[in-house]
């Protein structure tokens, strides 16, 4: 359990509520709050589903979330690691900014996603999802671009939360 000493609200309990385009909830679920930050908040939840099997990743019960929501970016970003602090890897979701509350987080999901391993190779998922959908608006097409950007740029400088572990042939050098 995080708990930031002086941090108000650190510790606490707090639903997370995922809506498709149209504003419905599609995944809810709790994390506990570790800090509130200016323009957003980070949580700590876990995965509780059976194994789930991507192809590039392993979601397995145990498995660390810790989230990353912004009121002023078009975008989350889940550092995953398993239950013995391992990192797998940052899941990042092309979203509308986060509405944050005391007890809630509500973000629309642009159906855009960004995997990123742990060594910094990028996988770009559901593009085809996301050209096809007819709910979502011009706004939200270019700003999620954006927000798809100003990912691969934060990417790139290994700006926080994201830090690479260097490959076997480098860590030689």
Request: hydrophobic share 60%.
């Given at each position: 359990m995080y708990t930031i000493l002086g941090c108000p609200g650190a510790g606490s309990m707090i639903t997370v509520s995922k809506l498709n385009s149209l504003g419905e909830t599609k995944i809810q679920y709790e994390g506990e709050i570790i800090e509130r930050l200016t323009d957003g908040i980070i949580i700590l939840a876990y995965w509780k589903h059976p194994l789930k099997d991507l192809g590039y990743a392993r979601f397995e019960p145990g498995d660390r979330f810790t989230e990353y929501y912004y009121s002023n970016r078009w975008f989350n970003i889940f550092d995953i690691s398993t239950a013995d602090g391992e990192r797998k890897g940052w899941y990042c979701n092309i979203a509308e900014p986060a509405l944050i509350y005391d007890d809630q987080i509500k973000q629309i999901d642009l159906?855009?996603?960004?995997?990123?391993?742990?060594?910094?190779?990028?996988?770009?998922?559901?593009?085809d999802e996301f050209e096809a959908d007819i709910t979502l608006n011009d706004q939200q097409r270019t700003c999620a671009r954006q927000g798809l950007r100003e990912l691969f740029e934060m990417i790139a400088a290994q700006t926080d939360p994201f830090s690479f572990k260097l490959l076997a042939k480098e860590q030689e050098i």
């Open positions: 159906l855009l996603d960004l995997w990123v391993d742990p060594w910094g190779k990028l996988l770009l998922l559901d593009e």
